[in-house]
């Protein structure tokens, strides 16, 4: 771990630090990208002009002339073209769309707008901006938040008076489309749909909301509006294809920026190596905190993202201890994350922007733009999985004036240790396509229930652009539907919408209940059901706010998970058991020697022993078995065959052992073609599988019924193979690591060696087959 300095150090000061710590065998390279001049337009004219009132208030913020971005995306607004506007983190986005907003509802009073933001969070946080901008204009513009935490008492002056509704996707998933008769006034006059951090909406998560914004069109039409879409996005690969996929309409492109930049350090930070036998280098995390510590003894505002909400409960103890050493205020040191209850997540918020909170550990959660103050420093543990991801977190420091800095710390993972040899595909490289698929079975399903309870559809009709004939008469068959008058009317008692979540495949997740005062049980959080059978089972060690809680039963069956405060000197980790049947297969093709396809996929996965692991030594010091039901997964999957000219001149444990190395390699470089985390892919090998009858490496979709990941692997296997190879001759250990083939089953065979053996096993063996 650094050295903590005895003085206080600036920003350049920590950078050359840092560079010192090459001498203890660290890599670490230093990027300077130096701040930029801003480059503005001008307020549109003619019949767009804007409000005399909304210039004067823009003015007594400072803000004389929009940056050259915000002109032209206001200007294809008010001529009412769908936008996306595509910029770095903190240019201003908000301007290009509560401007024209403002400026149509100052026009015609009975103008409404919606504002969908991913969470509640950055969605209170917008409508204080907005309150702000609507008090120094002077109109009598009402703006409401709408979501969970909105009192029953203020939900009907929301639905009648709202000139602008700033809600989420769940809540207009669940609280405003089913709804919609009482929302006849906005729905009739909606002119405006804002969506923000549109690069959110990808994966599962967005394809579910594509399905709520089809929905919403079509309630829309109904009412008689068709209102212009504004989307604000981070900078991604494919904007305007995401963007029509969200919206299923034609879409106007802004992907420059003419705001300033402040002078960005970049610091890739690769730990030491520790045992260059095995490859391992020194843990992230500890690295990371010695980093961070530096940063909390010399008070400089930082933000440090971690992976995990278990890393972030780690480090949280470590800074905390740290800051107790240094004599600093303890509670000056936040977590957040998902499952902290709304009011500690926004009296952090708070803390950040008065300053009374000077570090701050999160999650992604802290990814997206909530306004969280001048901070000059951003910790990254591990590479956050995907290009925009990483500069969106790098981009939460700096947000204004003043030098600041980025630290990407690596970890052993394979994907961290590519970015850190390859800084250049982090730096130069375009980002990542963001991928959805609305058209997923079980996603469209459950969207056509939520429609029919809503409106009744025609024969023939579609959701979207999809047909959905089938699945009216399918859920007819179910007495959900019954047919009419060439119509289909929902029949059922449910709510559907209730039942479906927009961000996780099951809506069953599991409330934590802190029973450390046997008569006074408090809620403390709550988790979805994969993650409770690896973090809440019985005995495992949960940590929330720092604080170690033990948990003493999870009942599955009533969705809880009883704990009690505990203070231990270890933390634990569960393993999962996964089989894997293929059900159909949709497209076969060479692969060279080996043969590559992709399908659909029946999975059963469940959490079998967990490991007690020591506090700041990370050693494992005993070990459970977990006595949970298995979990069912239907999804797509990738999957790479080799023949037997291959692998005859393996053994079966080299066989074995190399099939696992080739799975974890392939399934870690996977992201570098894809736009997601690693932890949205699972990998699974069968020495022989049942469906090819070969040695087979699997790489399947998170996610019930798939969202494109397993079909864009099978379009790239060129160049999955090429980088898994690259990877693993460029990973400095001996035979085999986490940073390349991953842990060695056999201590006894060399994984690594074994893994590259079959590679070019199979490279000589094409060879000599065209020979």
């Not at 559809?457 to 652009?465: P, S, V, Y």
């Not at 049947?581 to 076969?588: G, H, L, T």
Request: proline content about 5%.
């Amino acid at each position: 771990m650094p050295s903590v300095p005895s003085h206080r150090l600036s920003v350049i000061d920590l950078v050359d630090q840092l560079k010192r710590a090459e001498r203890g065998g660290a890599s670490v390279r230093v990027f300077h990208r130096p701040g930029a001049s801003a480059v503005y337009g001008d307020w549109p004219t003619g019949p767009h002009d804007l409000d005399a009132r909304i210039l004067a208030a823009l003015r007594k913020r400072g803000i004389e002339r929009p940056y050259s971005h915000q002109a032209d995306a206001i200007a294809r607004i008010l001529a009412g073209r769908n936008t996306v506007v595509v910029t770095p983190t903190a240019s201003g986005k908000t301007i290009c769309y509560n401007v024209p907003v403002l400026s149509a509802i100052l026009r015609d009073p009975n103008a409404r707008a919606i504002y969908v933001f991913p969470t509640k969070a950055l969605a209170q946080d917008q409508l204080a901006e907005l309150h702000g901008l609507v008090e120094e204009i002077g109109a009598d513009i009402k703006t409401f938040t709408y979501d969970g935490d909105t009192p029953a008492n203020a939900r009907r002056v929301v639905r009648l008076a709202g000139n602008i509704v700033v809600t989420n996707p769940d809540m207009l998933h669940t609280g405003i489309l089913p709804h919609h008769t009482k929302w006849h006034r906005l729905f009739s006059q909606l002119r405006y749909v804002v969506i923000d951090e549109m690069h959110s909406y990808r994966g599962l998560f967005g394809s579910h909301v594509a399905n709520v914004i089809r929905r919403l069109k079509r309630i829309c039409a109904y009412y008689g509006s068709r209102p212009c879409f504004i989307l604000c996005s981070a900078t991604i690969g494919n904007p305007r294809e995401l963007a029509q996929r969200l919206i299923e309409d034609d879409i106007e492109v802004v992907d420059y920026s003419g705001a300033p930049t402040s002078d960005k350090h970049v610091v890739f930070f690769n730990p030491p190596v520790v045992n260059r036998q095995l490859g391992i280098r020194a843990g992230s995390l500890l690295t990371a905190r010695g980093i961070a510590a530096q940063l909390v003894e010399n008070d400089i505002p930082t933000i440090v993202f971690a992976r995990s909400r278990l890393a972030v409960e780690l480090m949280l103890t470590y800074l905390r201890e740290d800051a107790r050493r240094a004599l600093k205020p303890v509670e000056s040191v936040r977590g957040y994350r998902g499952g902290y209850l709304p009011n500690e997540r926004r009296e952090i918020e708070r803390g950040l922007r008065d300053g009374t909170v000077r570090t701050v550990v999160s999650t992604n959660a802290l990814e997206l733009g909530i306004d969280i103050g001048g901070l000059d420093a951003c910790v990254i543990v591990g590479y956050p999985g995907t290009i925009a991801s990483t500069w969106q977190q790098a981009g939460r420091a700096g947000r204004r004036s003043g030098s600041s800095l980025a630290v990407i710390v690596a970890s052993s993972a394979p994907l961290d240790q590519y970015i850190a040899h390859h800084p250049e595909y982090l730096l130069h490289r375009s980002p990542e396509n963001g991928l959805l698929n609305p058209d997923n079975l079980y996603v469209l399903a459950s969207h056509v229930k939520c429609g029919a309870f809503e409106l009744p559809f025609e024969d023939g009709a579609r959701l979207g652009d999809q047909p959905i004939g089938d699945l009216l008469g399918y859920f007819g068959e179910r007495r959900l539907l019954h047919h009419s008058g060439q119509r289909w009317y929902w029949s059922a008692d449910a709510f559907p919408a209730e039942e479906i979540s927009l961000r996780s495949a099951s809506t069953d997740n599991i409330v934590i209940v802190d029973q450390t005062e046997p008569a006074k049980p408090v809620v403390i959080g709550e988790m979805d059901r994969l993650g409770a059978s690896t973090m809440l089972h019985d005995e495992a060690i949960y940590i929330h706010e720092g604080q170690q809680h033990e948990v003493l039963r999870l009942d599955w069956d009533e969705h809880k998970a009883y704990v009690r405060r505990v203070d231990v000197d270890y933390y634990t980790d569960a393993e999962l058991a996964v089989n894997l049947e293929v059900i159909d297969q949709f497209a076969d093709a060479p692969l060279g020697l080996l043969q590559r396809a992709w399908g659909e996929a029946a999975l059963t996965a469940m959490a079998t022993v967990y490991k007690k692991i020591k506090l700041h030594t990370h050693e494992n010091v005993g070990f459970g078995r977990i006595r949970l039901p298995e979990d069912n997964l239907h999804t797509s999957a990738y999957w790479i065959s080799l023949p037997l000219e291959v692998v005859e001149r393996f053994e079966a444990p080299e066989l074995q052992e190399a099939l696992l190395g080739l799975g974890h390699i392939i399934a870690n470089v996977a992201p570098l073609r894809l736009m997601c985390d690693p932890r949205d892919l699972g990998v699974h090998t069968q020495v022989r599988a049942p469906h090819t009858g070969l040695p087979t490496v699997y790489v399947y979709d998170g996610v019930p019924g798939g969202i494109g990941f397993a079909e864009r692997l099978f379009e790239t296997s060129d160049q999955l193979i090429a980088s898994a190879r690259e990877l693993l001759t460029e990973c400095v250990c001996e035979s085999g690591c986490p940073s390349c083939v991953g842990v060695t089953m056999d201590p006894t065979l060399d994984g690594k060696s074994l893994t590259l053996r079959l590679l070019d096993r199979a490279r000589e063996a094409e060879g000599s087959s065209r020979g």
